[in-house]
């Protein structure tokens, strides 16, 4: 369980990021954080391992506060993968899979096989992919390494900041499903923000709707969809909102 | 051509030690430059605040001339004296700007987006550092340490000029004596070396930017090992520090002042001390080197003790100049200068015989085309002084160093030079010492300047050199620097067959 109490994020150009955020995300929920650049999604995401502290309230894991956790700990502990995917270069698909086992201390040969595990995880044949270099893999191969490389150590809690939106409409709508029936079943907390409301609809199990720094909507993408709370959430909904609301039915189902 | 091959036959062993020696210098100041300068890129990245001023202090490092730069070193405690310390300290200093700037710029430009993954998956600063920046960096960094190292096999040609050797000893040495095959086979190895450094670095660039794995272990022991070997090849090259009683003997940058140097060293040597040669070093080098302990001897010349060290105005009378001069160097710097050996080797005004001028005084109001070396145009004993006596005569003043007056003079690119009254080729290139009517300038009586601990190093010298006194006139000068400066003969054989007739 990830609890958020009263946490406003302040920059110091004078900026508020978050006002006043309480939130709970129960174990084993796949929580999707949507809204426009700016909406403090993105932020609230990095709170939970700590890449952004809060200015006022605390966030909790498991009852703890991550203020009282190691950073660089809490950070191995939680499973994280960004935009653009953020996979090392100059390492090969089995290095950046093996990363966090490697930076705490695992052997080679557990690397190796975490490394292994990780592909075929992903659909991918490891034979074929462990000693490739990132820059020889396409668009979606990438994505599924940098999502291997999140549960590499097996974490309770993944993040995962826009993984898709790199890719073109059509890769994305079929990484998006394999997504969903890979995470879906590890039973794992994974929080996704993304910008795009059909992403946020078709994997969340819950949405959770940012405006300025404001929580303006959340439930499941049904309710969100099905009764829109306020003018805001129509206005996102946008000319799509009779397909989204079909969508939402039948994938909610 | 033929001169060009028979020159590298004749010094192979010479221009091999030169070439090692060159190297040597190079690796140490580039391990030095890496070790310093890579990690101090690093921090600038931390701490952003100081890039712009240590930025700055290293671009202001590069625009110091390199001559400059070696004269001021060597007057600093320490790292300063003459060899390879102020010669290396100098060539770091100068390959710092390149690798600071280089590592900063590279470490500056790595993708974001992997760093902050990389923090978000809980690397520490040292774990991004090490994982994530340096390596995407290294290519960039490797061309920060290509570009130094470039310029440093060629800056490193200036070392020569505070006695470290290396490849300048051959391009200066041979631009002094007009000797070609002499500079170009000191500058073809620093061409060579140039190249190989730049090929080599530029291969291992692309090695790094084809995204491969660069295997940093393997990167970190050929470093390690080369740094190694840069020490131990410079360690086992440069000469033990007050190791018992070397005697170090110095000469100016001109051929004469070699072959007397020289003549020093095969009389200390036949007493069985241990020489090492500080040849064809900069300007006022020696002297400051006498006084500092780290030069034992050198052939100074008495017009120039007085009005250079002693800063005062020129006399003329051979005896008197030399009592002063003898006396205010023993009282102010406890140095001896022993009995003059003879010549005059006075400066002069020369011309082409065919222009028929006897005296200075003939050439009043002419506007001739006038070439001085670097020292005569400024000295108060120099061009300044002989205005003041005879009027003007220059309509224009080309300086240059002094090994080139000569041939300019006889190819008609010059009308009258400063010339020294002995050099050799006033007789091969028939041109003609004018004469001092006015006796303006001072004697230049030719004598060993002996730091005190010379006599203490070998005993038995002192009386060989004493036994030189007055023995070389200025026809035998004349003609031993003809020997070695047109018939490009190597100074120790001339110097050899010289005391061979003394002794019989």
Known sequence: ?253 | MNSFFSYFTANRAEILKLTLEHCGMVSVAMSLGVLVGVPLGILLTRKKHLAPIILGATTTLQTIPSVALLALLMLLPLIGGIGFKPAITALFLYSLLAIVENTYAGIEQVHQPTVEAGRGMGMTDTQILTFIEIPQALPIIVAGVRISAVVCVATATIASYIGAGGLGDLIFRGVGRANNAMVAWGALPAIALSLMVHTGLTQFERRLQSKTAPNFKRIAVFFGIGTVLAFAVFGFLSPKLNAGKTIVIGSKPFTESEILGEMVAQLAESTGARVERKFYMGGNVCFESVKSGDMDAYIEYTGTGLVAHLKQPALTGSARVYEKVKHAYKERWDLNLLTPLGFNNTYAIAMRSTDAVKTISQLKGRGLRCGFDLEFADRPDGYPGLVKTYGEFCGEVKQMNSGLLYQALANGELDAISAYATDGRIRTLDLAVLDDDREFFPPYDAAVLAGPNLFLKAPGLEARLNALAGKISDADMTRMNAEVDSKKRAPKDVVREFLATLDK
Request: hydrophobic share 40%; aromatic share 4%; proline share 4%.
């Open chain 1, 1 to 253: 369980m990830i609890r958020f109490e009263k946490v406003a994020v302040r920059f110091p150009g004078g900026v508020t990021a978050l006002h006043d955020l309480t939130l709970e995300i129960p174990q084993g929920q796949f929580v999707t954080l949507v809204g426009a650049s700016g909406s403090g999604k993105t932020t609230a995401l990095r709170l939970i391992n700590r890449l952004q502290n809060a200015t006022e309230g605390r966030v909790l894991i498991e009852g703890k506060d991550v203020q009282d956790r190691d950073p660089i700990a809490l950070r191995r502990s939680i499973g994280y993968a960004i935009q653009g995917v953020g996979l090392i270069g100059h390492m090969t698909v089995a290095e950046n899979i093996a990363l966090v086992p490697q930076l705490s201390g695992a052997s080679p040969e557990e690397q190796r096989e975490i490394a292994k595990a990780g592909v075929e995880r992903m659909r991918m044949a490891p034979d074929n992919f462990l000693d490739r270099y990132p820059h020889e893999l396409s668009g979606g191969q990438r994505q599924r390494v940098g999502i291997a490389r999140a549960m590499a150590a097996d974490p309770d809690v993944i993040l995962l900041d826009e993984p898709f939106g790199a890719l073109d409409n059509v890769l994305r709508e079929e990484i998006q499903d394999e997504f969903k029936e890979l995470l879906g079943g590890a039973h794992k907390t994974i929080v996704l923000v993304t910008h795009d409301m059909h992403e946020a609809i078709y994997m969340g199990d819950r949405i959770i709707v940012m405006n300025e720094g404001r929580v303006v909507a959340e439930g499941t993408p049904e309710d969100v969809v099905r009764r829109p709370k306020n003018d805001f959430v129509k206005k996102l909904l946008g000319r799509r909102r009779k397909e989204l609301q079909r969508f939402a039915k039948d994938s909610g189902g």
